[in-house]
């Protein structure tokens, strides 16, 4: 503890000091910048072995000479890079999905540019043996393959389930695949309106009603929790609506949920309940809940987990069935650019000034350089090297001829 100063002066304490060590630097970590047949452009991709870059950039390509570089890299003990991959004229391959109407509800782009994406097909599922509420939800399945005719195959595949539009929801297909999936990037369709009302429907009812309680509980448009419990069970429909109508004033709710007379699809009827939200749009639903209480939502099959239907509002655009559909808009390769790609803008932080993002690299490589003319050449080195001066890193460079 600190000694006690009773006088005016200076004084000198010794205080313990333990061992400070001096972490280590990475001094192998290559960058390389260059034409690729796919990936993301002008984004520095962290790879860790060949296999990596096979699957970010697609491998060995005659058209790529970077391609080799890193190959070789990785090949002579290299365990760390960075990869840029510039080109011209690339596209990614692109899909439009439909609902029922048919409106454009999705655009779905492959994750990078390149004639990969031309092999990879979308299958939409709303099969009630694959969804789980196929009334609200869908599945996406995505696959990617090789090869032409009898020699196609299977590369990867990825699914995602129980979809849906609300973009308030857990579930909601643009979060969902783009956190998640290596081969597509979804957006939903600009101006979708929704102007449903999301709602519950049980089965059938047959009277008189067997119930072990009188409760049915749930959920309104995702953040209203409501519970009734009729003082008596009901012995026809009629009645059963009344009664639940009239708690629901009791409590304050019949502004958000109304019961009524329905048939199984929550069209016009008069042999099943339906409950529906007082709300419109993309979070309008009614959810009922499963547990130890709503003996009657049992008995009257309300609730998904009592066989019931639950239609939410943004089902109203959800995309329509398609089965392994190819993109309508292909994709392309590209080809090699000149210095104005490999140079890139650093504004932009594009070709080679992508590693502007990089934390730390220590050797840089742009394999393409000697195949520019001299004054394409000259301007690549010099802002290459300027760049490997400011990120105190090496830069390898053939030696300019004669």
Known sequence: MPSPLTYPGVYI???????????????????????????????????????????????LDRESPVSYAVQQFFLNGGSEAYVVRVATGAAAAGWELQDDGPTSVLNIMAASPGSWGNQVKLTVERDPDKVRNPDSEFNLLVQQFSGQGSKERLVTQEIHRNLNLNSRSANYVVSVVNDASRLIRVERGAGLTFDQKGFAVGKEITFPLVVTDNIIAGTIDGNTPFRIELDTTPGNIDDLVDAINNKLGDAGLDTKLQATKSAADGSLGDSHLKLESQTVGETS??????????????????????????????????????????????????????????????????????????????????????????????????????????????????????
């Open 285 to 402: 639903s009614v959810t009922i809940a499963a547990g130890a209480f709503g003996g009657l939502a049992r008995a009257i099959g309300l609730g998904l987990a009592n066989g019931g239907r639950e239609f939410t509002g943004d089902a109203q655009h959800h995309p329509a069935e398609i089965t392994a559909q190819l993109p309508a808009t292909k994709g392309a390769d590209g080809s090699k650019g000149g210095s104005t790609e490999l140079l890139g803008s650093e504004a932009d932080k594009s070709g080679i000034y992508a590693l502007r993002d990089v934390d730390l690299f220590n050797l840089l490589s742009i394999p393409e350089t000697r195949d520019l003319p001299d004054s394409e050449a000259d301007a690549v080195i010099a802002a290459a090297a300027s760049l490997c001066e400011a990120e105190r890193a090496f830069y390898l460079v053939d030696a300019p001829s004669g």
């Open 13 to 59: 304490e010794e205080v313990p000091s333990g061992v400070r060590s001096i972490a280590g630097v990475a001094t192998s970590i290559a960058a390389f910048v260059g034409y690729t047949r796919q990936g993301i452009p002008d984004k520095a991709v962290h790879i860790t072995s060949f296999a990596d870059f096979e699957r970010s950039h697609g491998g």
